[in-house]
């Protein structure tokens, strides 16, 4: 059914992500640029890629070149329905071909680097800013809380709904 995890990832939470999936369903996973010497274009994959200002990284291409069976979005904020259904229109995703899961990574300053550190440095900024003159919602909270201090939300338990839906369509075949 699947024949490869084939991931995007910037700051290492992906990449845990599809080495724990590989690991738990038997099937091997490869970055984007090992995948293309790894596997057949057209290939069935469940693709991981990290989420940036609203958009999954590198979706377009991986689309171009495999048959994407289930997406795994990585984000710093913890799961939502609204997040998800952002993440889904945003990107738009087709949840009769794609089935889409989102994950907690996590988020450390230290791993920034150019346009990336740019962008988190003034998200910081504008948040503290806030914070000072009113009261911030739950996610931008959660949000100013991650860029102050790293974390790091890589767990095997964020992987169960992946894993389930996997084991139920492999049943189908």
Same mark, same amino acid.
């Given at each position: #059914?699947? $024949?490869?995890i084939?991931?995007? @990832? ?11 999936l590989s ?5 091997? @996973?490869? @970055?984007? &640029? /090992?995948?293309?010497? !790894?596997?057949?274009? &057209?290939s $069935? ?8 200002? +609203?958009?999954?990284v590198?979706?377009? &291409?991986?689309?171009?070149?495999? !048959?994407?069976?289930?997406? +795994?979005?990585?984000g710093? @904020?913890?799961?939502? *329905? ?17 089935k889409f899961?989102?994950?907690? +990574? +996590?988020?450390? #300053? $230290?791993?920034? *680097? ?6 988190? =440095? ?6 503290? *800013?806030?914070? /000072?003159?009113?009261? =911030?919602?739950? /996610?931008?909270?959660?949000?100013? $809380? ?10 095997e !338990? ?13 049943? *189908?075949?």
């Amino acid at each position: #059914m699947i $024949d490869a995890i084939v991931y995007v @990832s910037y700051a290492g939470h992906t990449k845990r992500y599809a080495q724990m999936l590989s690991s738990k369903l038997g099937i091997p @996973s490869y @970055s984007l &640029k /090992e995948s293309k010497k !790894n596997i057949s274009k &057209k290939s $069935d994959i469940i693709f991981l890629t990290w989420v940036r200002a +609203g958009k999954l990284v590198k979706l377009k &291409k991986v689309r171009s070149r495999y !048959n994407i069976k289930a997406i +795994g979005a990585v984000g710093m @904020s913890n799961p939502s *329905k609204v997040n998800t259904a952002n993440l889904q229109n945003n990107n738009k995703i087709n949840l009769t071909k794609e089935k889409f899961f989102y994950l907690p +990574g +996590g988020f450390n #300053m $230290d791993n920034l *680097k150019g346009i990336n550190l740019t962008l988190m =440095l003034a998200m910081k900024r504008s948040l503290t *800013k806030i914070s /000072e003159s009113r009261k =911030l919602s739950l /996610e931008q909270r959660q949000m100013l $809380d991650m860029l102050n201090t790293n974390k790091d939300n890589v767990k095997e !338990n964020n992987i169960r709904e992946i894993y389930s839906w996997y084991m139920r369509e492999s049943k *189908k075949k």
